[in-house]
């Protein structure tokens, strides 16, 4: 399945971070609903990345099982369908360590040189960077606010100054090459990744007359990108306590300004997109965020992993919408952005403003995508909505126009410093005679 050829009307996703909790569910929601709810003569292109060979044979050999579950369910009710089902998905595995600029730089290369377009990149993988919890602290605010206390936790203990190892060789005569410091977690979640979009981007932004989509580069979020996390003048967050968090807000920011006139010159240097043409258009970067998911990001031991399993349950037991718990829950809001209908996307942003789309839940467990309410931005960046009843943090306060034009701000001001930290990046690793030439 994985080294045939892909059809003409092929749909292509690639997804970060597939070997396990989120990538896995969105991989497997993916095949699901692509067979749904897509046209019969089209097929899906599924390519996942991981560090290893290991990695990635095993979430193929899971992603072609759950095809095979997908097409027995079918089978049943329409008999001999199972064949062509399985005709219409091809799984794809590659490399990419998102810690190593030149590993993100070399699959980039190898997908631009044998893909012929993308139509989907969903930047799923990442790293937490906590080394434990406070406990007395968590059983305070577990025991006196149980619902904010396990959706907006202040209890999770963040590894401060984590770098990646050098990203450039030794000079000549065996001494270290002199390179900026780079975080760590800020890489593994955000600036691996802004990098790949960079790259990819010429690919997401090939289309033909009959796709009525844009290309897609959906960043992941959480609901725990808290503004006070992200510090101007530290975006990598190399000195603070909140890394994971940081470079949430920073996805936050520089999503949901990306569509502004300001930012545009940075946006279109990033997207490689100046001159409109009529076999290209110009890619979108759009938000998403998992809920609250049991996934392997938090490091516990195996007792207090099923006690916080528990716990989620519970919390959506009594109210939270957030807390969706599983990885095929967690992945609605990204599939969602994935496969949804352009004009679908248009509408909701005409109507309700540029926003982040979180997967959201029942008490009776029947998931859904929900507009999230944001620092600085509210739902839609929209001052005087109506605030609304439920999924909201409990130190949300109305938008004003003050706090508003702040958040504009700080994204521009990301956007500038982003673009001018790749482009640094990129000289250097072309200096070192180690960066890929994208020709």
Known sequence: MSDSPAPDNAFYVL???ANSGLGLGIGARLIDEFLQTRPQDESLVLIIT??????????????EEQLRKVCRKAEKTLPGVSQVLQRRVLLRQERLDLL????VQKLSKKLRDTLPKLDVVICNAGIGGWTGINWPLAVKTVLTGWKSATTWPTYKISGVGWKTKPQLPPNKDGS???EPLLGEVFC???FGHYMLGHYLA???AKRTRTEPNLGRLVWTSSLEAYEHSLDMQDIQCLTGEQAYESSKRLADLMAVTSVLPSTEPHVNRYLAYEQP???TTKPRIYLSHPGITHTPIMPLILVIDYVWRLVCYISRWVGSQWHVVTVDKGAVSAVWLALAKQSTLDSME??????KWGSAIDVWGNERVERTEMEGWGWGGKVGETPRKFGRSPYAKTLTREDQEKFVRDGEKCWEELERLREDWENRLDEAGVGVSMD
């Open 50 to 63: 991981t560090r290893d060979q290991r990695k990635g044979d095993a979430t193929i050999a899971f992603l």
């Open 350 to 355: 005409q109507k309700e403003g540029v926003g």
């Open 15 to 17: 997804v970060t971070g």
């Open 202 to 204: 010429p690919l997401l």
């Open 176 to 178: 270290t090459r002199e």
């Open 277 to 279: 043409h009529e076999k």
């Open 100 to 103: 190593s600029l030149v590993s």
């Open 188 to 190: 593994a979640n955000f």
